[in-house]
C-alpha cells in the first residue's frame, strides 16, 4: 500500500507548438514565453507520448499513469475506476489559435473502437479571452447532403455550410461528437473533452506545414460520422449575475458534467462526497484559494487542479474575484447512457 497521501495534483502543462498557435498560453499560465506558436496546453493527459507529470508536492514527478495504477479508486474514484479501469477519461486543455484551426469532426465511441481501438470525442469549450470580432465555427446552419458534404469540402466552401459566432468571453459551447466545427483566430479557449485525440481534419485553407506540404484531410473518415441535422443555436446558454458567487451546472453528458464556480467575494462549498469521482478546477479568470477536506492551496489563473475522489468537500475563495470550471465524470446511476467503450 502507499503511504503517501493523496491531494489535490497540478502537473507540468504539455505545450503543444502547431502551425496555428500563438503566444498567450505562456502569459496566461504565468510560464516563462518564448518564440514558439504554442497551440495547446496540455493541463492532464493520459494520451500515449503525452502522460501528465505531477508538478508538485510529496508526489513530484510521478506519472499520472502510475498513479492511477497505485491508487485507482481512491484517486478516480469507484464507479470511474469500475469503468475506465486505468485509462483516465478525461483530456484537459487549454487552447490558443492565433490562426484559424482546421475545419473538423470527431467519432463518436462505437466508430471510434471499431476505428481506432480508442474513445471518441465529445468536448466543451469556454472562452476564455476574445479578439475583438473572434468567431467559432460549430454545426451546419443550413441542410447539407453527405454528397453536398465531400464536394463542399473539396472545393473549399465548406466553412460556408457552418453556423459561425462572434463569441466574446465566457461563452460556451458544447459539443457532442459528430457535430462539425472549428476553432477561429484570435480566440483563448479551455476546453474538457473525452481522453481521445482522434480528429478526422475536413478542411485546412490549404495551409503548409514547415516542409511545404498541405496537412491530411480525412473526408471519407469524416462524411459517415457527421451529424447532419441543423439547429436554430448552437451556443450553451447560462446566466450568471456579474456581482454574485455562484455555482451553476452548465453541461450534463455521459462523460463529464460542468459547473462555473464564480467567487465574488463570498465562499463556495461544494460537496463530492456524493460524486464518486475525481473533480477537475480549471482557475479561467483570476486567482483563488482551494480547500479540499482542509488542505489549502493557493492556485493563479491558468492553473488545472485535480481534486482526488477521496476527497468529501471542496471549497473556493477568491479576495479578488475569480471564475473556476469544475468538472466531474458522472455515474450511470444518474440516468446517463453507459460509454461503450
Known sequence: MNNNKLYPLTF?????????????????????????????????????????????????????SD?????????????????????????????????????????????????????????????????PDATLKTGFREKISETEFVVRSEDGTIADALA??????????????????????????????QNSNITYRIYDYKRKDADGNERELHTELAKDVIDY?????????????????????????????????QLRGEEIHISLAERDSFTVCMVVEGDVELEADGQKCSYKMGSTILVPASCHALTLRSKAGARVMECFVPGVARGLTEPSC
Open 12 to 64: 507540468v502543462p504539455i505545450l503543444k507548438e502547431i502551425i496555428w498557435g500563438g503566444h498567450r498560453l505562456e502569459p496566461f499560465k504565468g510560464l516563462p514565453s518564448s518564440e514558439k506558436k504554442i497551440g495547446e496546453s496540455w493541463e492532464i493527459s493520459l494520451i500515449p507520448g503525452s502522460i501528465s507529470v505531477v508538478a508538485e508536492g510529496s508526489l513530484k514527478g510521478r506519472l499520472l
Open 67 to 131: 498513479l492511477i495504477s497505485e491508487y485507482g479508486s481512491e484517486l478516480l474514484g469507484r464507479q470511474v475506476y469500475e469503468r475506465y479501469g486505468d485509462n483516465f477519461p478525461l483530456l484537459i486543455k487549454y487552447i490558443d489559435a492565433a490562426a484559424d484551426l482546421s475545419i473538423q469532426v470527431h467519432p463518436n465511441d462505437e466508430i471510434a473502437q471499431q476505428r481506432h481501438h480508442s474513445f471518441g470525442k465529445t468536448e466543451m469549450w469556454y472562452v476564455v479571452d476574445a479578439a
Open 164 to 193: 459561425s459566432y462572434r463569441v466574446n468571453k465566457g461563452d460556451l459551447f458544447f459539443l457532442p461528437a459528430g457535430r462539425v466545427h472549428a476553432i477561429c483566430s484570435g480566440c483563448l479557449v479551455a476546453e474538457i473533452q
Open 229 to 261: 441535422s441543423v439547429s436554430s443555436d448552437y451556443r450553451t446558454q447560462y446566466d450568471m449575475s456579474p456581482a454574485l458567487s455562484e455555482h451553476r451546472q452548465v453541461v450534463e453528458s455521459p462523460y463529464f458534467i460542468t459547473s462555473i464556480v
